[in-house]
């Protein structure tokens, strides 16, 4: 079997391309840069999703096409709205038709909690509008999908957008941590690995034409998070609470009513919080010190 991830350089669709290959997946990566952790056996292609033509090639003899592609940050689609839609509605319709052409055994899509939620504005949005047009695609050219609905994500190889990667490095450079809010918002966070191992579960027969939703299994407050990684750190960090009165994120749960339902796929084992962010503290303290040699 063959796979193609689409933005397979970025944190995520980097962390699903190894899961393919582990799983013995022919793993193809398109993103518009080289990925720095690329893989033996991996395939890259340099490109942009807005390519048609990149695009189809690319696809031509893929079983199976993963999206990840597109603008990923609520805070970058809010800021550049045009850019988003453009990425994330017209990119990925592009990537669909190349499916449809290569008659593409599954689509599986990177989608997000906050479609449930009324938060998250342009970001949202954009993510909801592929949601319908792959269902379009299926029910017009019978393009089987499956749709995955991520919570808040965090591990190795993350970036700066990552908020848990922000905070770590911030604990560790300034001996703070800074949150706009009360830190009383409720989050599922998930390790990426977990997360990308599900990714290719959802790919068994069950799971075709499906919303799947892959959220962690430890809900956890921010600010109990923020107190946590201050004991890590021998409890010597401060922990700052600023004023906000952003509408982008959700508080205790991102759901309101919405009849169409995701059902929860469950790793058989997962990477503990706390072990988790031992981790990413020595990932992140290495790379901190590195920049400032």
């Known amino acids: 079997m063959k796979a193609i991830v689409f933005g397979g350089s970025g944190f995520l669709g980097g962390h699903v391309a190894d899961a393919l290959t582990q799983a013995s997946y022919e793993t193809v990566i398109f993103d518009i840069r080289e990925s720095p952790h690329l893989q033996t056996g991996q395939l890259m292609i340099l490109g942009n999703i807005l390519d048609k033509k990149a695009v189809e090639k690319a696809v031509v003899g893929c079983d199976v096409v993963y999206n990840f592609a597109g603008v990923a940050d609520i ?36 989608s997000t909690i906050y479609v ?8 949202r949005s954009s993510k909801h509008a592929c949601e319908l ?78 919303y799947v939703i892959i959220a962690g299994q430890q809900p956890i407050k921010v600010k109990d998070l923020m107190i ?27 759901y309101t009513f919405n009849p169409k339902i995701a059902r929860r796929v469950i790793s058989d ?20 010190h590195l920049e400032k040699e």
């Open 116 to 123: 449930y939620s009324g938060a998250g504005a342009f970001y």
């Open 75 to 110: 805070q970058e689609a809010y800021n550049k709205p045009i850019e988003a839609v453009e990425n994330n509605i017209l990119g990925n319709t592009i990537v669909l038709e190349a499916c449809r052409l290569n008659k593409v055994k599954r689509f599986v899509f990177a």
């Open 269 to 288: 084992s997962y990477l503990d919080m706390g072990q988790g962010l031992l981790q990413c503290l020595e990932e992140v303290y290495k790379k901190s």
């Open 228 to 254: 946590m990684i201050r004991e890590m750190l021998g409890n010597k960090i401060e922990l700052e609470f600023l004023p906000t009165d952003s509408s982008l994120h959700y508080e205790i749960t991102p």
């Open 133 to 210: 047009i792959i269902e379009n695609y299926n029910e017009v050219f019978g393009l089987p999908y499956t749709i995955l609905r991520y919570s808040s994500l965090y591990g190795p190889r993350a970036g700066e957008g990552n908020w848990i990667y922000q905070t770590l490095k911030q604990a560790i450079t300034e001996g703070k941590i800074t949150r706009y809010g009360n830190g009383e918002e409720i989050r599922e966070y998930i390790h990426v690995e977990d997360a990308a191992r599900c990714s290719v579960k959802v790919l068994a027969k069950e799971f075709e034409n499906q």
